[in-house]
């Protein structure tokens, strides 16, 4: 979205204050998304708690953002274009928090697996975490830089975080079919490499949502694919 | 929240209209829920088709309320008391479009199970499904009613649909063990199981808004439960 011509910089300074607590909202779920790996490949139930509570952080940030937006307009009043700015901050927050969750998501399960043995795609997940991670954070340098071919490359991004979900999800149950002692560890692992598919499904939705603000336009229906859709995918 | 003192009655019109729009989200939520589960225990692909495609309607109408709500605001300029409800329409309208979503999920994992064989649990998720769909309805009509109780009602509901996700998930690894070649439907219901889960979380979640907005308190930290986190939660 170009720059409206209001003359308040009080605005643009709030504006500013926003999006630092975004970037900090996003910095804190891309650890939080690493450590949840890391926590899950080491078997680190400690580490795992942490994630669990640095959440806490991410959900008040988010809370404070809408203090601040709600604020922001109740002060300034801005006009339709400088508004829209606003909602989207609020949108972006919310999806930033979502993907907080799911990374938290991921820790609990760390802890529910215990010592549960260690199965074989667990070597892939990590390659799924570090491509939904970096998802993550290219979507908020486009956000800050307004940058709609960079919110575009994210989307395509997501393509390979999908396809990583449905071979882990064919290795897995292959491994269930195998010996049912697998059944309970892989069931968790679906799990995790579910909560990172939909990591990447929400840093699209943000990406799809500063394309939008930076060029009034939707990304067009991408093909998302019916590969995808045939196999367990909850997009 | 107590009505503010305002002179603009064309404010609490508008605001009427964006809570009519929630209510016929809400509605077309319930109905994808409910059509969703019976596409499901009765094989209806076509059926579950159309809960796909109805799922546009309930997107589109949170767009036209995110557009109502900016316009609302900017024409309006609502102080701060009756931005905050405004924004509380935009959240609850969020949380609505992703019940959708969760009922959409459950819809294309009809498509994808198709002829595979009738597992047991089935007869224990439409019943889970119907607690979902009704704690949806509440939180709804506590939303039009700002009705804390009712709220706060909803929320403690969320432990039966805690308990059942619990139980079909220890149902169904069960299934698995016995015999690989439920592995794979086992495997599908379990994701309609968590979806259901997390319908039941987004309607606490807008519960805990709806009593926020209503008295000013938070929900106390209720007690979901260790017991639920030791199987396969992801709340």
Same mark, same amino acid.
């Given at each position: 979205?170009?720059?409206?011509?209001?003359?308040?910089?009080?605005?643009?300074?709030?504006?500013?204050?926003?999006? @630092?607590?975004?970037?900090?909202?996003?910095?804190?779920?891309?650890?939080?998304?690493?450590?949840?790996?890391?926590?899950?490949?080491?078997?680190?139930?400690?580490?795992?708690?942490?994630?669990?509570?640095?959440?806490?952080?991410?959900?008040?940030?988010?809370?404070? !953002?809408?203090?601040?937006?709600?604020?922001?307009?109740? !002060?300034? @009043?801005?006009?339709?274009?400088?508004?829209?700015?606003?909602?989207?901050?609020?949108?972006?927050? =919310?999806?930033?928090?979502?993907?907080?969750?799911?990374?938290?998501?991921?820790?609990?399960?760390?802890?529910?697996?215990?010592?549960?043995?260690?199965?074989?795609? !667990? =070597?892939?997940?990590?390659?799924?975490?570090?491509?939904?991670?970096?998802?993550?954070?290219?979507?908020?340098?486009?956000?800050?830089?307004?940058?709609?071919?960079?919110?575009?490359?994210?989307?395509?991004?997501?393509?390979?975080?999908?396809?990583?979900?449905? =071979?882990?999800?064919?290795?897995?149950?292959?491994?269930?079919?195998?010996?049912?002692?697998?059944?309970?560890?892989?069931?968790?692992?679906?799990?995790?490499?579910?909560?990172?598919?939909?990591?990447?499904?929400?840093?699209?939705? @943000?990406?799809?949502?500063?394309?939008?603000?930076?060029?009034? !336009?939707?990304? @067009?229906?991408?093909?998302?694919?019916?590969?995808?859709?045939?196999?367990? =995918?909850?997009?």
């Amino acid at each position: 979205m170009a720059t409206t011509g209001h003359t308040v910089k009080a605005f643009d300074q709030d504006l500013d204050e926003l999006r @630092a607590t975004i970037a900090e909202m996003g910095g804190l779920a891309e650890e939080a998304i690493r450590e949840a790996m890391r926590a899950l490949v080491q078997r680190d139930s400690e580490g795992a708690l942490r994630v669990v509570e640095a959440d806490r952080r991410i959900d008040a940030l988010e809370t404070e !953002l809408e203090r601040a937006a709600v604020q922001l307009i109740a !002060l300034r @009043a801005p006009m339709a274009d400088d508004l829209r700015e606003v909602i989207a901050a609020l949108k972006i927050a =919310s999806v930033v928090e979502r993907i907080g969750d799911y990374a938290k998501n991921i820790a609990k399960r760390v802890q529910v697996i215990g010592e549960a043995p260690v199965i074989e795609p !667990l =070597s892939l997940l990590p390659e799924m975490a570090r491509i939904a991670g970096e998802m993550v954070h290219s979507v908020l340098d486009a956000f800050a830089a307004r940058d709609a071919e960079k919110a575009l490359a994210v989307c395509e991004r997501d393509r390979a975080v999908d396809d990583f979900y449905n =071979s882990i999800f064919r290795t897995l149950l292959t491994f269930m079919m195998e010996n049912p002692h697998n059944i309970t560890p892989a069931t968790h692992l679906l799990f995790v490499a579910k909560n990172l598919e939909r990591i990447g499904d929400h840093a699209t939705n @943000a990406a799809e949502m500063v394309y939008f603000a930076a060029t009034g !336009l939707h990304v @067009a229906d991408r093909p998302r694919g019916a590969a995808t859709e045939t196999v367990g =995918s909850d997009g």
